[in-house]
């Protein structure tokens, strides 16, 4: 460091928003990234890693479903550079990289993307500013074969990394379909004598506030969107929230729509070839999802794994064909002890703009996106992950001079494959070399004074088991399973191992 | 995404000096730090990772080696946080780790960290604005048996990722002998009567002159050093530098210093004590290298992997005891065409003023610093890594209708752990879907039309025998190994396996 100069010292923390993980949180979350990239690979998929820095022309000035310029992104100038950001997801440098390699990339190009991402929003429990995000996308190819494909390695993915079959459930939805919708609400819509003729069956602005009321199914339900598409409602504090101003005759398709889920799939589309009456579009989509669904079907995803689902509306307004949501349907207890299940993990789509606004040229893609922190914490709940690594088997130091001989200790535990350390803070207290150990969730500590030495013998101490010891194991039970033993050093590695083992 | 407002289009340009990495590249770095982080958890050290952005207050203005304050890293303000920074090094980082949670961290404590840190420097040829460290490091022991230990991991790290013994050596020096070098220069000084006595034996301004000087001597040599430290001299462009203008009996421990280097260690250091004359610090200094070798020396570590070296200079500014530097021996051709070392990989020395900054109490630390992609560099040099990974198995489409059929197939091939995909471009020119084939180092192509279909058949393509057909297998060779064969259905995997493991 550069000579110090006289001011205040600076605080050791991080900027708010931002946090620091150790030890177990780091492992956990790389085997899991690495069980996500195997199946991905398997699929055909390729790695892509962009850097975090892009500028904010190629970035785009705003958010997935969030619509306010500039805000929401680290952004800064750069003399050389102009203005750039850390990227906010995975998605807007894949549709930077897709037209800037447009000539060499294979089409269809498969490619998967871990790393964090950046927001600048108020953070808040739980929501940070960097977060992990795990996305596989298929630039170039407007099959719903694709589809079906990347909703098929979700739940394969979701399988591998330990969510049991029946604890989730891949729902998918089109946008077409509800463009259908739309489309069958403006034909009905009361005949206007202000504008031309052509456009007496488009909604114009009712068609944002309409698909606002509709994001809010999940809170509302269907009595509440069916009041707000009409003359309005009560929230819950009981202010007035004005309607959309539907007739009740255009209301019901999209309520028809948002409730068309039925027993099975051939019921769910047929319901929803109702709602969308006789738009293009709309009939468009529904082939889609039967398409999707029979693809699905032949390979053994059946509704207990994916399904047809009308009532996911998340993600409706950014994508422009199917969506896809990955959901939890194992239940957890909340922070006020109530029971409620643990939702959504993943989540995706097709958008056929992606490359667009580089090239002037539609390209079709679909893709999904992992919560890397919000699977993880799934996988805790379960009980899947324990949030704890065991530690080193620790050699204590009971002669500073014999150094080396602790250190040709460590080195053949390690040949072993056995993590160990020697102990390197000051040894003169015994005590806080075991309490080091002990902060260290070390499993084994060996110790060795000079008397042991001459002897040719290391004491053994088990430190998982002085653990559950000290937790009340009986007298009995401890003289047979002594917590420290004196075993030969020649046999330190198997010994060492046989504890370990029984751990 | 959002609605396209009229407005040029974005340029599809990652911003100046950074860049994307591609399949094998981010498999191949992975892989590297996986087999890092195996070799550093294995000697006890804990994953830690601190988040991309730090408090510009944290992270302190200047970078190692470098004392330019604010420049050379990335800086914005933000309005919760002021000023805000990526991180430049993982050290930085880790400095504040050490003192925010200094209550809670075991001590010492070892952590190793990997990531990418950002430098706002001039790009240039293979030097890129963001870039991947992979530190070590043991903060809270001042034992020599710590530098030891980094010193020993260093080289297990290096075999590991495939560096063969004899193809690396790991030079240590140490700052103390330097000062104490320093400290026989000044006893040695002129008397002066221009200050009180006591500050008659010291260097003041000349010392930065000297350490400057020392910095370059892997570059100019003895007989340069002697000529800068003295009276000056002439560079190649004809050009003179003005000399520190030591007296030749002042330069003379120097230059001792630098050229200590024996046959041995015991001639090594037995130079180095002639060097630090009567110096307390000195004395120290050489006794921690005595330590250090002995103990690696006692661990099976000879000359031929570790050695006291006193001529590496890198980083001896910063450091404040031992400094480590792991150089590859092995000589590759340069892009002139030369013969030349490959050079160093991977620094890092002892540093006891880490969490000084926050805490005002010294906190002894040292660590080492691998420099990922000069590593990865090496391994290609080595023909230790390929760049290429092999492409999935790749299932063409000959009847749009048959769509699940194919998915089955690459279900199965998958199920076996066969990388495998469907192609879902247009398949109506079937050219196109080989050509995409190739374009994705694919080993194998998978064909089935109506006629194969009905006869319970597939068409297996051997893509790597075709590439080698086209480069000119003679037709009797061909016959021998067609690349092309048709095999049953039922016999698909393993009929595709027994063309993977041939290629």
Known sequence: MAKQKKQPRPKAETPKGFRDYFGAEVDERNVMLAEIARVYALYGFDPLETSGV?????????????????EGVFAWEEDDSGWVALRYDLTAPLARVAAQYRNDLPSPYRRYAMGPVWRNEKPGPGRFRQFYQCDADTVGSASPAADAEICAMLADTLEAVGIPRGDYLVRINNRKVLNGVLENVAASAPASSDGPPEQWDRLGEQEDAILRTIDKFDKVGEAGVRELLGAGRKDASGAFIDGVGLEHYQIEPIVLFLTSKGGNTKETLANLYQAVGSSEVGYQGIQELEQIAA?????????????????????????????????????????????????????????????????????????????????????????????????????????????????????????????????????????????????????????????????????????????????GLTREEWAEQPAQVEVSRADLVAEVQKMLDRD
Do not use: H
Not at 60 to 66: E, H, N, Q, R, S
């Open 54 to 70: 892009e500028t904010v022309e190629a970035l785009g000035k705003f958010l997935p479903d969030v619509d306010r310029p500039n």
């Open 295 to 471: 693809l699905l079907a032949a390979q053994g995803y059946g509704p207990d794994r994916i399904e047809v689902d009308p009532s996911v509306v998340r993600g409706l307004g950014y994508y422009t064909g199917p969506v896809f949501e990955a959901e939890l349907t194992f239940e957890i207890t909340d922070e006020k002890g109530r029971p409620r299940q643990f939702g959504s993990v993943a989540g995706g789509g097709r958008y056929d703009d992606l490359v667009k606004r580089f090239t002037g040229q539609a390209v079709p893609a679909t893709g999904v996106s992992i919560g890397v922190d919000r699977l993880l914490a799934a996988l805790r709940a379960k009980g899947r992950l324990s949030g704890e690594t065991r530690g080193p088997v620790v050699v204590t130091v009971m002669d500073r001079d014999r150094m080396a001989d602790y250190q040709a200790m460590v080195g053949e535990l390690r040949s072993a494959g056995i993590r160990a350390e020697v102990y390197l803070g000051n040894p003169k207290n015994f005590g806080n070399q075991l309490k080091y150990a002990d902060k260290r969730a070390s499993p084994v500590a060996v110790i060795q004074g000079g008397d042991e030495a001459e002897r040719g013998v290391v004491q053994l101490k088990d430190l998982v088991l002085g653990a559950k010891l000290a937790e």
